[in-house]
């Protein structure tokens, strides 16, 4: 199989958002970051029954890739059993991510399939008040997933969001309401907190909260709201270059060509003037279009200072330049 590796115009990216639950050996995911160009890359562990499973793995192969892999670690919930009012054990589990030298961790506990799934509870609620003075406690990065594409609400959508599940507005209530609480919180918000089509409120939302982050992790949508003004897109991106980070959601289920379009796609928002479709259009059976049918994308052509930001330094800003250590096992 020969796949044409990507080339970045920033040295050592790093991709804050991705998943390595497994799926596929450590030779698919290492080949996925060569021809990605991927030097560091962050691999988030989401809520569910194989949630502590999922972080030994990802800690076993940061210990074998200790200066490429970042960890960040998800919540076990007692799926089922929880009560509104039965949230502090949340807080050992911060302090052990912390002890046991996680980077950072990962909420998936504001989407609204995982409230329905895992944990019933809204993110400003009193089950997540002891988590979030510990997160605090000890200044740890939080990568969090709030609310969802705005189409997942409407009525014929198969998630079905429309017949029981609160609008996407109470979703990004619940955030406001912890970050007013917690102002020194450091959280990025993942694929861009599905506000893409409204940069206003986004630089409102960054001017309000200085702590606050996005990452472009793609959704069906992010692109395109992007490509749709791309003046306005890039003015957005060049301000406010230093809250943005480069995310593909990339996973070690992918196949190379998927993996590789994700990337390509960024890549050629973030750098290029071109007009192009997204790249899986070629391989794929069914094409990525724009919630108004829209194929097409425009890149942004992005300074080379904004591309180094985004694509790598605010990650080490976020995090650390190198991940932790992992910790000594007993002999």
């Known amino acids: 199989m020969n796949i044409d590796q990507i080339h970045w115009k920033t040295e050592g990216v790093v991709d804050a958002h991705a998943h ?94 995982t409230r329905r799934k895992v944990a019933p509870f809204a993110l400003d609620s009193d089950y997540y008040r002891a ?47 912890v970050l007013e609480r917690h102002p020194t919180l450091r959280v990025s918000l993942a694929h861009f907190f599905f506000m893409a089509n409204d940069l206003k409120r986004c630089a409102d939302l960054f001017d309000r909260f200085p702590n606050v982050r996005f990452d472009t992790a793609p959704n069906p949508d992010l ?9 306005e897109s890039r003015e957005f991106l060049i301000k406010y270059a230093d809250r943005v980070m480069y995310g593909t959601d990339i996973n070690d289920g992918n196949s190379l060509y998927l993996a590789r379009a994700k990337a390509e796609n960024l890549r050629l928002l973030f750098e290029s003037d071109i007009r192009y479709e997204p790249v899986q259009n070629s391989f794929q059976e069914k094409p990525v279009r724009s919630p108004t049918g829209d194929h097409m994308l425009q890149g942004l052509a992005l300074p080379d200072d904004a591309l180094r930001k985004i694509c790598r330094d605010n990650f080490h800003d976020f995090a650390a330049p190198l991940p932790k250590k992992n910790l000594a096992k007993a002999v």
């Open 223 to 231: 692109m395109f709201h992007l490509a749709y003004k791309p003046e």
């Open 131 to 177: 988590y979030w003075e510990r997160v605090i406690e000890y200044d740890m990065p939080v990568t969090l997933h709030v609310a969802d594409p705005i189409s997942f609400w409407e009525v014929d959508n198969p998630h079905k969001y429309a017949e029981d599940m609160d609008s996407k507005e109470s979703f990004y209530t619940e955030i406001y309401n």
């Open 20 to 113: 390595f639950p497994g799926k596929e050996g450590i030779e698919h995911f290492l080949k996925i970051l060569e021809i990605t160009s991927t030097q560091q890359i962050n691999v988030l562990v989401g809520p569910g029954p194989r949630t502590a499973k999922v972080m030994d793995f990802v800690m076993e192969q940061r210990a074998a890739h200790p200066e490429r892999i970042y960890a960040f670690a998800g919540i076990c919930h007692k799926i089922g059993e929880a009560s509104l009012d039965d949230g502090a054990y949340l807080a050992q589990q911060v302090e052990d991510a912390y002890l046991n030298n996680f980077d950072g961790l990962k909420m998936l506990e504001g989407k609204p399939m």
